[in-house]
């Protein structure tokens, strides 16, 4: 960061902690329905995390300075789970803030970040609840909001079963 070795070194951290555990989106939430029951949507960013150490979260809201950390709690559907600590941000400028930051040192969730830092970038109203929107301006959003959906999507889940193939160690040295 700029001759800043130290601020170099917490935003790499971090950034690993973000491929990992953090999530760049670009959320879509129905408007009320305009006077001819025509529904919009609008778009909004969102950049997060979740962890079940609550003090990484409070040093992550303490590093960025904003956004919201929160305690959600344990799923009532996983009882004997640990609770979930949440970190936040999600308007415009505090997701661009949080995203210039973290860029450079972002490996596997960099394209989710660049798409989000478009959307905030391009559009000033991205938090603006519309009840009728340009609809180029509701295409072009809606497009980048399923490029992150699709980059975010979740397939199937790893396994440790042995499959007969090749070891992981082999296959990174291919």
């Not at 959600?72 to 009882?79: A, F, L, M, Y």
């Not at 394209?111 to 180029?136: G, H, I, T």
């Amino acid at each position: 960061m700029d001759g800043n070795p130290q601020e170099a070194l917490v935003m790499s951290y971090l950034a690993g902690i973000f491929d990992g555990e953090g999530s760049f989106c670009i959320c879509r939430q129905p408007s009320k329905k305009s006077v001819d029951g025509h529904e919009n949507y609008y778009h909004h960013p969102l950049v997060r995390i979740g962890m079940t150490d609550g003090n990484v979260i409070k040093w992550i809201h303490e590093i960025f300075n904003c956004g919201k950390y929160y305690r959600e709690g344990v799923r009532k559907d996983r009882p004997t789970y640990k609770i979930m600590y949440r970190w936040n941000a999600r308007t415009r400028i505090e997701c661009i803030e949080v995203i210039e930051r973290l860029l450079p040192y972002l490996k596997v969730k960099k394209q989710q970040a660049l798409l989000v830092l478009k959307f905030c970038k391009e559009w000033k109203d991205a938090n603006v609840r519309c009840y009728r929107q340009d609809p180029e301006i509701l295409q072009a959003r809606e497009e980048l909001f399923q490029k992150v959906k699709q980059l975010n999507a979740t397939g199937a889940p790893a396994t440790t079963e042995y499959s007969g193939h090749e070891s992981a160690s082999d296959s990174l040295d291919s």
